[in-house]
């Protein structure tokens, strides 16, 4: 429970007749007589149940502390003295709570021994009347003194029943924490405490102390209401006794943890202006507060050019130092001198791309992304939205760890067959990704092999998977070539592709030969052929080619085609032509059947003939091929053995 409330309408004390608690411990405190910082205790109510109470300011100076209290509180103590009525640090608190998302509350209308029956019954209907265009429309109102103690077993009463009402919150995976006190303990080191976000967290965990690259911490002990507890969960006001961290870590704003979350320094909201407040144009400085974080900011408006008062819009925050924000958070925007309260929302995208033009498409995707937070929409838009964000397939993993839910419920949502992503099979894991990026995909698959026939037309061959995985920019995604294999795959069987051998080409793609190619093609064959049992030369070939007004580029289309057609055999860049391999392959695989040691190098060399650099990259050939093997005798070959694949090619017989 967190109270609210205009300056010195009694809520410290109020606090204090219910809990005997005194929550102004500060100096200063004590000498203005308002309270300055956040104070903490808690009730015992007559169920056995205990709640965490939080004193906020109610002085206009400290309504940034007020916010950092009212986080993750479920309901609010409005205080209101009767003797004074409504006033304005009261309507800035009550919009605050509705900023804030906060829709329970009791009033208790404190003073009430200071006016008769009357002014008291005025006071409630004047209440009453305002708090009807408010979250806390039909809250309970209760007299009560805080010098003679009535009203207090009724106030009580309604609180117990109230907490009552409070749906039981899901605790979730993640624990995070926003720190709204450090301070140290003799023999036990640094202690901090706040209200537990989400989450939980245990003795010994380990745990994040966030924004920053900071080292690992460890919670050694947690209490709860002042007494030592083994976790603390979603919802929980504690105090955490944290070993490895040092005040000076230590700044406004930040939170612990139970993992390393990304800082940001913009993220897409969605806002409201409270009704008393200037319009904003498309872009305004503002003063933004979550929590216990603060920083000056820059609102940009994307779904209208203003915004004016009692009016929402979805905005891009740019925020002047790093946060540690989440989708749903909800914060507070003030003015650029923090002195006025504009309104709240909540984050759509703590993480989005920089929106430099509000087009149509991108207000109807955040849109649904704020639809979908609100509850409005279903977790598998969630999903959906999350993989749009970025042009690459994902493992179930990733999503689950971005959208912070279970991978339980995620691999329920992916069976269902959602609309919005596909889900692919591979050996090692699932893949997700958008339907349109799947769209995409495949048409830079037809685009690439589409350039790559255009630039090559006689080759009757495409490209293989790894090179067109290269092409797709996938190389450093985790399930990059597991998908592209998959989309690959998928296209051949919805007939947009063919797979001939190891490549893919275009369906029904043929090469195209004219007459001057099918010339230089000869021409070079016979060039290659020329050379008989020595190794071809590229480089003279590429001299005399030039001398034919056949250009390196058309050459080497050439030499592909040659290869593709058998002509041809490459190891590496260099190549023999097949009739000259199928002169001495015969012999020389069937005289290595009858030598079950194998040949020497002599006598490799005379059985075979040609030039040094000729069997050498013949023997490179066959040894690619898995014909043949060389034994080595430190570094030098002595000896060529058959393969049994050789063996098999000897006895059927080589045409």
């Given at each position: 429970?967190?109270?609210a409330?205009?300056v010195?309408?009694?809520k410290t004390?109020?606090?204090?007749a ?5 929550c102004d411990?500060?100096?200063?405190e004590k000498?203005?007589?308002i309270?300055?910082n956040l104070?903490?205790?808690?009730l015992?109510?007559?169920n056995g149940d205990?709640i ?5 300011p109610?002085?206009k100076?400290?309504i940034n502390t007020?916010?950092?209290?009212a986080?993750g509180i479920?309901f609010v103590l ?19 709570i509705s900023?804030?998302g906060?829709s329970r509350g009791?009033v208790?209308l404190?003073?009430i ?8 019954e005025?006071a409630?209907d004047?209440?009453?009347?305002y708090?009807e ?5 039909g809250?309970?109102?209760v007299?009560?003194?805080?010098v ?7 106030l009580?009463?309604?609180?117990e ?6 749906p039981?919150?899901?605790?979730g ?5 926003y720190i709204?006190r450090i301070f140290t ?5 640094s202690?901090v ?5 989400s989450?939980?967290v245990?003795k ?5 102390l966030?924004?920053?690259?900071n080292p690992?911490?460890r ?6 209401h002042?007494?030592?507890v083994e976790?603390a969960i ?5 105090a955490?006794?944290l070993?490895g961290?040092k005040?000076?870590d230590?700044?406004?704003g930040?939170?612990?943890s139970s993992?390393?979350l990304?800082q940001?320094t913009?993220?897409d909201a969605t806002i ?7 319009a904003?144009s ?6 933004l507060?979550?929590?216990?974080y603060?920083?000056?900011a ?8 203003t915004?004016?008062p009692g ?5 891009q925050i740019h ?5 540690i924000l989440l989708?749903k958070d909800r914060f507070i925007?003030r003015n650029?001198?923090a002195d ?6 909540y984050i759509i995208?703590?993480?989005p791309?920089?929106?430099?033009k509000r087009t ?6 955040l849109?649904?992304?704020s639809k979908?937070?609100?509850g409005k929409g279903?977790?598998?838009?969630l999903v959906?939205?999350?993989l749009?964000?970025e ?7 990733e999503?689950a760890?971005?959208?912070h839910?279970?991978?339980d419920?995620?691999?329920?949502i992916?069976a269902?067959?959602?609309s ?5 099979k591979s050996?090692?894991?699932?893949i997700?990704?958008h339907t349109?990026h799947?769209?995409t ?9 589409s ?6 037309p ?21 399930v990059g070539k597991?998908?592209?294999?998959q ?6 069987q919805?007939?947009q592709?063919d797979?001939l051998?190891?490549?893919?080409i275009i369906r ?5 030969i004219n007459q001057?190619?099918q ?7 016979n060039?290659?052929l020329s ?7 590229l480089?003279?070939i ?12 058309r050459l ?9 057609e058998g002509?041809?055999q ?8 097949t009739?000259d391999?199928n002169?001495?392959k015969?012999?020389l695989l069937?005289?290595?059947?009858s030598a ?9 060399k005379e059985l ?7 069997r050498?990259?013949?023997?490179d050939?066959?040894?690619?091929q898995k014909?043949?093997?060389l034994k080595?005798?430190g570094?030098?070959e ?6 049994p694949?050789g063996?098999?090619q ?6």
């Amino acid at each position: 429970m967190g109270t609210a409330g205009h300056v010195d309408h009694g809520k410290t004390s109020l606090v204090k007749a219910l809990t005997n608690i005194d929550c102004d411990t500060h100096k200063e405190e004590k000498a203005r007589g308002i309270t300055i910082n956040l104070g903490f205790s808690y009730l015992d109510l007559p169920n056995g149940d205990s709640i965490g109470i939080v004193d906020v300011p109610g002085h206009k100076d400290f309504i940034n502390t007020m916010v950092g209290g009212a986080c993750g509180i479920d309901f609010v103590l409005l205080v209101i003295a009767a003797d004074s009525g409504i006033m304005p640090q009261t309507i800035e608190h009550i919009n605050i709570i509705s900023a804030l998302g906060i829709s329970r509350g009791v009033v208790a209308l404190t003073k009430i021994d200071l006016v008769d029956d009357e002014l008291a019954e005025m006071a409630r209907d004047e209440i009453a009347d305002y708090l009807e265009k408010t979250t806390l429309k039909g809250a309970p109102i209760v007299g009560f003194s805080a010098v003679s103690g009535m009203g207090k077993e009724e106030l009580i009463a309604t609180i117990e029943q109230l907490c009552a009402d409070v749906p039981t919150k899901e605790t979730g995976e993640l624990f995070r924490m926003y720190i709204d006190r450090i301070f140290t303990v003799k023999g036990f080191g640094s202690v901090v405490t706040g209200s537990v976000l989400s989450g939980s967290v245990a003795k010994e965990q380990e745990v994040f102390l966030l924004p920053g690259d900071n080292p690992k911490l460890r919670v050694r002990s947690i209490e709860r209401h002042a007494k030592p507890v083994e976790t603390a969960i979603v919802g929980d006001r504690a105090a955490i006794n944290l070993i490895g961290l040092k005040a000076e870590d230590f700044s406004k704003g930040m939170i612990i943890s139970s993992k390393q979350l990304p800082q940001t320094t913009m993220v897409d909201a969605t806002i409201s202006l409270f009704d008393n407040v200037d319009a904003l144009s498309l872009w305004s400085n503002v003063n933004l507060i979550s929590g216990t974080y603060e920083s000056q900011a820059r609102i940009h408006l994307i779904t209208t050019d203003t915004l004016m008062p009692g009016e929402e819009a979805i905005v891009q925050i740019h925020l002047n130092k790093p946060a540690i924000l989440l989708p749903k958070d909800r914060f507070i925007i003030r003015n650029s001198s923090a002195d006025i309260t504009l309104g709240g929302g909540y984050i759509i995208d703590p993480s989005p791309l920089h929106h430099r033009k509000r087009t149509p498409k991108l207000i109807e995707y955040l849109e649904g992304l704020s639809k979908s937070l609100t509850g409005k929409g279903s977790v598998s838009e969630l999903v959906s939205i999350e993989l749009r964000k970025e042009l690459r397939p994902f493992t179930p993993d990733e999503i689950a760890d971005r959208l912070h839910i279970d991978i339980d419920d995620l691999k329920g949502i992916m069976a269902m067959k959602p609309s919005g992503f596909i889900v692919l099979k591979s050996a090692d894991t699932d893949i997700l990704i958008h339907t349109d990026h799947h769209k995409t995909f495949e048409k830079k698959v037809v685009v690439t092999l589409s350039d790559f026939h255009e630039k090559n037309p006689i080759l009757p061959t495409g490209m293989d998977a790894n090179e067109l995985f290269g092409k797709l920019g996938l190389v450093k995604c985790k399930v990059g070539k597991a998908f592209a294999e998959q989309l690959l795959e998928s296209m051949v069987q919805q007939e947009q592709l063919d797979k001939l051998g190891s490549s893919y080409i275009i369906r029904g793609y043929r090469p195209k030969i004219n007459q001057q190619t099918q010339s230089e093609i000869e021409w070079l064959e016979n060039e290659i052929l020329s050379y008989d049992m020595e190794k071809p030369v590229l480089s003279e070939i590429e001299e005399r080619a030039v001398d034919n007004r056949i250009q390196k580029g058309r050459l080497k289309l050439y030499l592909s085609y040659l290869a593709g057609e058998g002509k041809i055999q490459f190891y590496q860049s260099d190549f023999l032509h097949t009739r000259d391999i199928n002169r001495v392959k015969p012999t020389l695989l069937s005289k290595l059947v009858s030598a079950h040691n194998g040949i020497d190098i002599p006598d490799f060399k005379e059985l075979v003939g040609g030039t040094k650099r000729f069997r050498a990259l013949l023997t490179d050939i066959l040894v690619a091929q898995k014909l043949i093997s060389l034994k080595k005798e430190g570094d030098t070959e002595t000896k060529i053995l058959v393969t049994p694949n050789g063996r098999k090619q000897a006895n059927e017989g080589i045409s």
